[in-house]
């Protein structure tokens, strides 16, 4: 126990310690949210039928993006942190921890533990965009938005984990991370409404995980259940398979169940690690 | 006292390389037990094997009473380890370094501090506690190595090449505070070198050779082993002097670095004086010597322990870190 604090302690530190890594985490985030979504706003609200009026007319490009937004933190940070195991492969120090009288299994409980909780901390600092962009944030989203976040950014360290413990160098890793992050979140409603999609697209953003954590985050802050349906609908909120509409604690079981699943390969694979 | 370390017939194979061909040898507690042998020979392979990071293709090692394959964290709660390449983390400080390694090794919480002070303490790095690792000079790193290595009171503390590539004035005072840590601790110390001079302060001397013991003792048993003592000298024909000096003295002469020729005899002033009388060929420089262990090397194998070319050396050392994937 006290090994997986320690591992996950070393992570924490770390991160609060690397301050370009901490002002360089708001550069992306920033780009989408503010250049990109600003963009096209106005694009988006005329293709809407051009509607001033209506319930279209609350149509608004950078609010819709801003759940998604979070989760693209979120996602990035957790599955990134993994990164730190091949790091620490390459500069040695991955040996002092391997020939520790720790179970393999409490490191890479540790190490999922340390990338999860960076990753909700980013994932929260996201909420310093919430002035200049008009969501407005209570207090109870904001207690709703940490378990959620913990817990997505959870699967994720677990899939980096998974990843990173078949690996040996940290450009091998960001390589595939890259190939697999970027699909996933054009897949997942993070950037555009998921509506009018052709089937095929359709089926791969209902089979992706990052689909169901997004929506969990749209709920919780933009509120669906006080829209009008034709916005509601507009915005792609009302995800369904085979016609039924996914509920927010389905969706939570979902991604806990991916999480376990990824957490017991992920261990599994890593305790085969060699010093 | 009885053996901390034991090994019976312990072999490492790699696809097609036999690393370590069979070892068999025991520890001492308290003693310092050194490992010599030249790049690629074995050493490394043989003490990681020791400290449980790889796993014997056969044989058997116990490290504390326990077995290294079947007791692997209790060897490991036994043993400290010093690596060739330093596995500390940089970004941290100092003190970061040492506590997580207490939490890794469940050292009590109360006993922290205490500890963290007495290492520190032993390798002088009291007053860099709270500095960040990466501003630490190579020695420096190296001694937070050794004094983090300490933290959890091993049994067994293990050095893979403790000094390699340091000064040698540096070297000199890693290897004060390792016998300064023999006296104060207890502690048996099992290392590995190429530097014949670190061999020299060992109590006993494991000679490897091609992932094969060849000699076991002490050093000066191993040095009284060569026979008497080595004359080194060079001429202006070498070629034709080594077949004089090889048919009249009957003895080997073997052909050095830097032109030299050198060879064993029983009693080296009585005979340098004879020599220099008789001798026809024109002698440039003559001298007489007490042997070394680099000369034990020499006569166990006919090659001197240097360094081997980097490629090849590169080779086995791939070799080795590859080995079990």
Same mark, same amino acid.
């Given at each position: 126990?006290?090994?997986?604090?320690?591992?996950?302690?070393?992570?924490?530190?770390?991160?609060?310690?690397?301050?370009?890594?901490?002002?360089?985490?708001?550069?992306?985030?920033?780009?989408?949210?503010?250049?990109?979504?600003?963009?096209?706003?106005?694009?988006?609200?005329?293709?809407?039928?051009?509607?001033?009026?209506?319930?279209?007319?609350?149509?608004?490009?950078?609010?819709?993006?801003?759940?998604?937004?979070?989760?693209?933190?979120?996602?990035?940070?957790?599955?990134?942190?993994?990164?730190?195991?091949?790091?620490?492969?390459?500069?040695?120090?991955?040996?002092?921890?391997?020939?520790?009288?720790?179970?393999?299994?409490?490191? @890479?409980?540790?190490?999922?533990?340390?990338?999860?909780?960076?990753?909700?901390?980013?994932?929260?600092?996201?909420?310093?965009?919430?002035?200049?962009?008009?969501?407005?944030?209570?207090?109870?989203?904001?207690?709703?938005?940490?378990?959620?976040?913990?817990?997505?950014?959870?699967?994720?360290?677990?899939?980096?984990?998974?990843?990173?413990?078949?690996?040996?160098?940290?450009?091998?890793?960001?390589?595939?991370?890259?190939?697999?992050?970027?699909?996933?979140?054009?897949?997942?409603?993070?950037?555009?409404?998921?509506?009018?999609?052709?089937?095929?697209?359709?089926?791969?953003?209902?089979?992706?995980?990052?689909?169901?954590?997004?929506?969990?985050?749209?709920?919780?802050?933009?509120?669906?259940?006080?829209? @009008?349906? @034709?916005?509601?609908?507009?915005?792609?909120?009302?995800?369904?398979?085979?016609?039924?509409?996914?509920?927010?604690?389905?969706?939570?079981?979902?991604?806990?169940?991916?999480?376990?699943?990824?957490?017991?390969?992920?261990?599994?694979?890593?305790?085969?690690?060699?010093? | 006292?009885?053996?901390?370390?034991?090994?019976?017939?312990?072999?490492?194979?790699?696809?097609?390389?036999?690393?370590?061909?069979?070892?068999?040898?025991? %520890?001492?507690?308290?003693?310092?037990?050194?490992?010599?042998?030249?790049?690629?020979?074995?050493?490394? &392979?043989?003490?990681?094997?020791? $400290?449980?990071?790889?796993?014997?293709?056969?044989?058997?090692?116990?490290?504390?009473?326990?077995?290294?394959? &079947? !007791?692997?964290?209790?060897?490991?709660?036994?043993?400290?380890? /010093?690596?060739?390449?330093?596995?500390?983390?940089?970004?941290?400080?100092?003190?970061?370094?040492?506590?997580?390694?207490?939490?890794?090794?469940?050292?009590?919480?109360?006993? =922290?501090?205490?500890?963290?002070?007495?290492?520190?303490?032993?390798?002088?790095?009291?007053?860099?506690?709270?500095?960040?690792? !990466?501003?630490?000079?190579?020695?420096?790193?190296?001694?937070?190595?050794?004094?983090?290595?300490?933290?959890?009171?091993?049994?067994?503390?293990?050095?893979?090449?403790?000094?390699?590539?340091?000064?040698?004035?540096?070297?000199?005072?890693?290897?004060?505070?390792?016998?300064?840590?023999?006296?104060?601790?207890?502690?048996?110390?099992?290392?590995?070198?190429?530097?014949?001079?670190?061999?020299?302060?060992?109590? =006993?001397?494991?000679?490897?050779?091609?992932?094969?013991?060849?000699?076991?003792?002490?050093?000066?048993?191993?040095?009284?082993? %060569?026979?008497?003592?080595? /004359?080194?000298?060079?001429?202006?024909?070498?070629?034709?002097?080594?077949?004089?000096? !090889?048919?009249?003295?009957? &003895?080997?002469?073997? !052909?050095?670095?830097?032109?030299?020729?050198?060879?064993?005899?029983?009693?080296?002033?009585?005979?340098?004086?004879?020599?220099?009388?008789?001798?026809?060929?024109?002698?440039?420089?003559?001298?007489?010597?007490?042997?070394?262990?680099?000369?034990?090397?020499?006569?166990?194998?006919? =090659?001197?322990?240097?360094?081997?070319? %980097? $490629?090849?050396?590169?080779?086995?050392?791939?070799?080795?870190?590859?080995?079990?994937?």
């Amino acid at each position: 126990m006290e090994g997986i604090i320690a591992i996950w302690q070393r992570d924490v530190i770390k991160f609060f310690r690397d301050r370009a890594r901490l002002i360089g985490s708001f550069a992306m985030p920033f780009m989408f949210l503010i250049l990109f979504g600003s963009g096209m706003s106005g694009a988006m609200s005329s293709m809407m039928g051009g509607a001033n009026q209506g319930p279209l007319a609350d149509f608004d490009f950078v609010q819709f993006m801003f759940p998604g937004i979070i989760g693209m933190t979120v996602f990035n940070t957790a599955i990134f942190s993994a990164l730190s195991v091949v790091q620490d492969k390459e500069f040695g120090y991955m040996r002092e921890i391997l020939v520790s009288p720790m179970s393999r299994v409490s490191i @890479a409980i540790g190490k999922v533990l340390g990338g999860s909780t960076v990753a909700l901390f980013q994932g929260l600092m996201m909420l310093i965009f919430v002035p200049f962009i008009g969501v407005s944030i209570s207090f109870v989203m904001i207690f709703q938005l940490i378990p959620v976040m913990f817990l997505v950014a959870f699967a994720l360290s677990s899939l980096g984990l998974l990843i990173a413990s078949s690996l040996k160098t940290s450009q091998g890793f960001q390589m595939i991370i890259q190939i697999l992050i970027f699909p996933m979140l054009f897949l997942s409603g993070a950037l555009f409404p998921l509506s009018g999609m052709p089937a095929w697209m359709n089926f791969l953003v209902k089979i992706n995980p990052l689909t169901y954590s997004v929506d969990m985050f749209k709920k919780i802050i933009l509120q669906p259940d006080q829209m @009008a349906p @034709a916005l509601r609908e507009a915005m792609g909120l009302d995800l369904t398979v085979f016609n039924h509409i996914i509920t927010f604690s389905e969706e939570i079981i979902v991604v806990a169940l991916l999480s376990i699943i990824f957490v017991v390969l992920a261990t599994m694979r890593f305790s085969r690690t060699e010093a | 006292m009885g053996n901390i370390v034991e090994v019976s017939g312990l072999k490492k194979r790699y696809k097609d390389f036999e690393a370590v061909k069979g070892v068999d040898l025991y %520890v001492k507690e308290g003693e310092i037990f050194g490992f010599l042998g030249p790049n690629g020979a074995g050493k490394s &392979t043989t003490i990681n094997m020791l $400290s449980t990071i790889i796993k014997p293709s056969e044989g058997m090692a116990k490290v504390n009473g326990y077995d290294n394959v &079947t !007791e692997k964290n209790k060897v490991r709660a036994s043993i400290g380890l /010093i690596f060739q390449e330093s596995t500390l983390d940089e970004k941290l400080t100092a003190n970061e370094n040492l506590m997580l390694h207490c939490k890794f090794y469940g050292i009590e919480k109360q006993k =922290r501090e205490e500890r963290i002070q007495e290492v520190l303490q032993i390798v002088d790095l009291t007053d860099r506690r709270s500095d960040i690792v !990466e501003t630490f000079s190579g020695g420096m790193k190296r001694r937070l190595e050794i004094a983090r290595g300490l933290l959890h009171y091993p049994k067994v503390l293990f050095l893979d090449e403790p000094t390699v590539g340091l000064d040698p004035q540096t070297r000199a005072h890693i290897w004060e505070y390792i016998l300064k840590l023999k006296e104060k601790a207890g502690i048996t110390i099992f290392l590995t070198t190429h530097y014949m001079d670190e061999a020299e302060i060992c109590d =006993r001397v494991a000679v490897m050779d091609n992932g094969q013991l060849i000699a076991l003792d002490t050093p000066e048993q191993l040095k009284s082993n %060569v026979g008497g003592d080595i /004359i080194e000298v060079s001429t202006e024909d070498n070629q034709t002097a080594k077949k004089i000096i !090889e048919d009249t003295y009957q &003895t080997e002469v073997t !052909e050095m670095e830097n032109n030299l020729l050198s060879f064993q005899v029983s009693k080296g002033s009585e005979f340098l004086v004879e020599f220099v009388k008789q001798f026809d060929i024109p002698l440039t420089s003559v001298n007489l010597r007490r042997p070394t262990l680099n000369d034990v090397f020499l006569h166990l194998t006919g =090659r001197e322990i240097r360094e081997e070319t %980097v $490629s090849q050396k590169d080779l086995m050392k791939k070799n080795m870190q590859r080995g079990p994937h």
